[in-house]
């Protein structure tokens, strides 16, 4: 049996189940927002624990037992921190797996949201391998990094899925003027600069999940600093396409979800600048690493979020059903018809 004739077979059979309503399929494309954002943070509470070797093998925790058990060399407070940010992460895996089963059997089935869906999916699955490689490794810091940094584009892809499942899928109108447009490009590509950089901080400061570690050998003061100076211009970036937006009516102000959506990013990034700032001040307290890592993803979903305001694809296009009693008509005419 060829290909196309199994999935024609598939799809007919994914046709006659019932389609999820549209509350439905945005409770699970915010669950993958919060899911995602949520397994990075617990991610820097299993490094602040000193739990990041609590399970000394991937996919089972010991070489002897998929799950956490007594063991002379692995205290069990720190196995199950390790366990426990794993098992989130096949909670996470479940509902990406729910955006596509969603996607798939919505009426009308929508390509874009198919396409988002089935990103989030992989990228969970590019997340697990990520985790995986970084046990394996020992948690050698460029490992960490990575495994932080993949979570940017999911959160980005959630909420690209969030807006999605309201919006057309008519080709992107531009709100704003081209100006403002290339300013957010810069904002976005400082933002990757931002957070790549504070992964190196990571790498060279305290919390390295295990005392064993190796360390990133660069002076941490050097590093924070280049983290820093990269904050200041995006927030620099990011007053700016602010001015604009406020001054130049076709720069988007006269769109109030534009203005609001600035002004929760703008409100996201002072509140996360001072963290960093005490964070500085105060040798890194474990408690507020957690802080930071929850205001970088809020930081990510907040630039998506204005990301997606500046720009229409038409409202969405519902999915009409005939109703019953006029199906009862034909039904009945038919005979008679004979």
């Known amino acids: 049996m060829s290909l196309t004739v199994r999935w024609t077979s598939w799809a007919a059979r994914l046709s006659r189940l019932p389609s999820p309503s549209l509350r439905l399929q945005r409770v699970v494309a915010v669950l993958a ?4 954002a949520g397994i990075a943070v617990t991610g820097s509470i299993v490094r602040l624990t000193g739990s990041g070797l609590g399970c000394s093998t991937w996919p089972g925790c010991t070489p002897d037992s998929l799950v956490p058990v007594a063991h002379p060399e692995l205290g069990q407070f720190h196995q199950w921190i390790e366990y426990g940010n794993r098992m989130l992460g096949v909670l996470v895996s479940v509902v990406a797996g729910l955006c596509v089963v969603s996607a798939l059997l919505a009426k009308p089935r929508r390509r874009r949201v198919l396409l988002l869906s089935l990103t989030m999916l992989g990228g969970v699955v590019a997340q697990a391998v990520i985790g995986g490689l970084t046990v394996l490794a020992e948690l050698v810091w460029w490992t960490v990094a990575l495994h932080l940094i993949a979570s940017t584009p999911l959160v980005w892809a959630a909420v690209l899925l969030v807006r999605a499942i309201d919006e057309g899928d008519a080709p992107p109108r531009s709100l704003a003027n081209p100006a403002a447009r290339g300013l957010l490009v810069a904002l976005t590509v400082t933002l990757g600069a931002v957070v790549v950089a504070g992964t190196m901080v990571t790498g060279a400061g305290p919390h390295a999940g295990d005392e064993r570690v190796a360390r990133l050998t660069v002076p941490i003061e050097v590093l924070a600093h280049t983290h820093a100076a990269l904050m200041y211009v995006f927030l620099g970036l990011l007053i700016a396409l602010g001015v604009l937006l406020r001054v130049d009516p076709r720069g988007g102000a006269a769109d109030r979800g534009i203005w609001w959506r600035y002004l929760v990013l703008l409100g996201v990034v002072l509140a996360q600048g001072l963290i960093g700032l005490v964070q500085f001040l105060t040798n890194v307290p474990p408690v507020l690493v957690s ?48």
Do not use: K
């Open 33 to 36: 927002l919060v899911s995602n």
């Open 291 to 338: 802080f930071h890592v929850l205001g970088a993803m809020l930081v990510i979903a907040a630039t998506a979020a204005l990301w997606c305001a500046i720009r229409d694809r038409g409202p969405r296009i519902a999915h009409h059903r005939a109703p019953a009693v006029e199906v009862d008509v034909v039904e009945r005419a038919q005979p008679a018809a004979v």
